[in-house]
């Protein structure tokens, strides 16, 4: 594959990737680290990338995997930062409960919450639109499977709004707050 070929056919789902990335990741300076990793590997194996027959699904499984690598490599965290992250937790302002009424960040937040592999599989078919097909070819999964989580996630993401909007009541790993 030549450069040009590489502008052409690789580089315009940058954004995507980007996207899919920040959302496994929350974090978008390691997601742009995780794109570049990506796409220097891409770079590397550019002469082989013409034997494989959806380069899109195949970026998308590369960059769910070096997100997968970087979230497994921050999970050693020490216990004084755990106190600090609960204590500015606790400490939060009704300001911060404001922002939650909007409903595209609350469906955001609540999608964060959800378990990886059905947040990547939201994430893909509904945000980036893309067919099951290529969601399977993305994270190498059955179609009957990517569809059995793509509902339970639908369902928790449902679940929660309607909690939500009975009960003014959010439940997260370290506390209940009422949200205004």
Same mark, same amino acid.
């Given at each position: ?12 789902? /940058?954004?995507? #990737?980007? @996207?899919?990335? $920040?959302?496994? &990741?929350? !974090?978008?300076?390691? %997601?742009?680290?995780? *794109?570049? +990793? ?64 909007? /409903?595209?960040? #609350?469906? @955001?937040?609540? $999608?964060?919450? &959800?378990? !990886?592999?059905?947040? %990547?599989?939201?994430? *893909?078919? +509904? ?54």
């Amino acid at each position: 594959m030549l450069a040009r070929d590489f502008k052409t056919d690789v580089l315009p789902i /940058s954004n995507k #990737l980007l @996207r899919f990335a $920040i959302q496994i &990741l929350q !974090d978008e300076e390691e %997601a742009k680290d995780v *794109l570049q +990793d990506v796409f220097l590997k891409l770079w590397q194996k550019r002469d082989e990338l013409e034997k494989i027959e959806n380069l899109e699904a195949f970026a998308f499984r590369m960059t769910r995997n070096r997100c997968l690598d970087m979230i497994r490599s921050r999970r050693t965290i020490s216990i004084d930062s755990m106190k600090k992250v609960n204590f500015a937790e606790e400490e939060s302002s009704d300001t911060d409960h404001l922002d939650m009424a909007n /409903s595209a960040s #609350l469906v @955001r937040r609540i $999608i964060t919450e &959800l378990p !990886d592999l059905q947040r %990547a599989i939201i994430h *893909l078919r +509904d945000i980036e639109q893309l067919e099951f097909e290529e969601i399977a070819d993305a994270t190498a999964m059955n179609v009957n499977a990517i569809r059995v989580n793509l509902s339970r996630a639908r369902k928790k993401v449902r679940d929660e709004i309607i909690k939500i909007q009975n009960y003014g009541i959010t439940e997260n790993k370290y506390s209940a707050s009422k949200v205004l």
